[in-house]
Antibody, heavy 118, light 106 residues
Framework: QVQLHQWGAGLLKPSETLSLTCVAKGGSFSGHHWTWIRQAPGKGLEWIGDITFSGSTVYNPSLKSRVTISKDTSKSQFSLKLNSMTAADTAVYYC????????????WGQGTPVTVSS | IVLTQSPATLSLSPGERATLSCRASQSVSGSLAWYQQKPGQAPRLLIYDSSSRATGIPARFSGSGSGTDFTLTISSLEPEDFAVYYCQQRTDWLFTFGPGTTVDIK
C-alpha cells in the first residue's frame, strides 16, 4: 500500500520560491498521476496541478504562470516549485496520488505547512 | 464548475443520521468524490464515482447523486465521524473542491 511522505522549507520570504518534494513508498510510481493540493489557513482545498504518468503536466490556471511540477521516477519522487511567493500563498501543501483514468486523490501526504512572511 | 456544500455546519449527536449535500453549478462530467478531514490531518478519501466506498471505509458512509446534485450520508454517527467533509469534481482539466461541511457534536 503506497504511502506518501513530503518535505521542504516551511518559512519563506516574499518573492522567494517554494520547493517541496514528495516520495511514494510501498507501491508503483510510474503508472500513476501525481498531484499537489493546498489549503490556506481555515480555508478549503485548492488543486495546484498534476504530473501524469507520461510526464506531462497540468496546472490550475490561477497558478499556472508560477508553478512547475516535475518527477524523478528512479527515486519515486515528485516535486513542486512555486515562485514569487506572497502571503496569499501561505497554506498547508499536500501531495497526493491520482490513479490513471480516475478523478480522485488517494492517498495523501501528511502535509507541509508553509508560511510566507518578511 | 463551482461546488456548493450545505449546510455549512451540521450539529448532531452520536447515533444520528447525517445528510450532507453537494451541488454543482453545471453537470459534473467526470466523477464526484467525498473526503473527510480531521483537525491537523490530511483529507481522506471516503467515496469516489459518487457512490463507491474507498478501501477500508465503513458501510455507514454512502454516497449518491448525479448531474448537479450529490449527497453523502452517514447512517449513524460514530464519535470519530465528527469532522469536515469536502466534495470534489473534475471538469476538463480542472479539479475543484467544495467549501466543506463541518459535522460537529450537538
Amino acid at each position: 500500500q503506497v504511502q506518501l511522505h513530503q518535505w521542504g522549507a516551511g518559512l519563506l520570504k516574499p518573492s522567494e520560491t517554494l520547493s517541496l518534494t514528495c516520495v511514494a513508498k510501498g507501491g508503483s510510481f510510474s503508472g500513476h498521476h501525481w498531484t499537489w493540493i493546498r489549503q490556506a489557513p481555515g480555508k478549503g482545498l485548492e488543486w495546484i496541478g498534476d504530473i501524469t504518468f507520461s510526464g506531462s503536466t497540468v496546472y490550475n490556471p490561477s497558478l499556472k504562470s508560477r508553478v512547475t511540477i516535475s518527477k524523478d521516477t528512479s527515486k519515486s519522487q515528485f516535486s513542486l516549485k512555486l515562485n514569487s511567493m506572497t502571503a496569499a500563498d501561505t497554506a498547508v501543501y499536500y501531495c497526493a496520488r491520482r490513479q490513471v483514468r480516475t478523478d480522485w486523490f488517494d492517498p495523501w501526504g501528511q502535509g507541509t505547512p508553509v508560511t510566507v512572511s518578511s | 464548475i463551482v461546488l456548493t456544500q450545505s449546510p455549512a455546519t451540521l450539529s448532531l449527536s452520536p447515533g444520528e443520521r447525517a445528510t450532507l449535500s453537494c451541488r454543482a453549478s453545471q453537470s459534473v462530467s467526470g466523477s464526484l468524490a467525498w473526503y473527510q478531514q480531521k483537525p491537523g490531518q490530511a483529507p481522506r478519501l471516503l467515496i469516489y464515482d459518487s457512490s463507491s466506498r474507498a478501501t477500508g471505509i465503513p458501510a455507514r458512509f454512502s454516497g449518491s447523486g448525479s448531474g448537479t446534485d450529490f449527497t453523502l450520508t452517514i447512517s449513524s454517527l460514530e464519535p470519530e465521524d465528527f469532522a469536515v467533509y469536502y466534495c470534489q469534481q473534475r471538469t476538463d482539466w480542472l479539479f475543484t473542491f467544495g467549501p466543506g461541511t463541518t459535522v460537529d457534536i450537538k
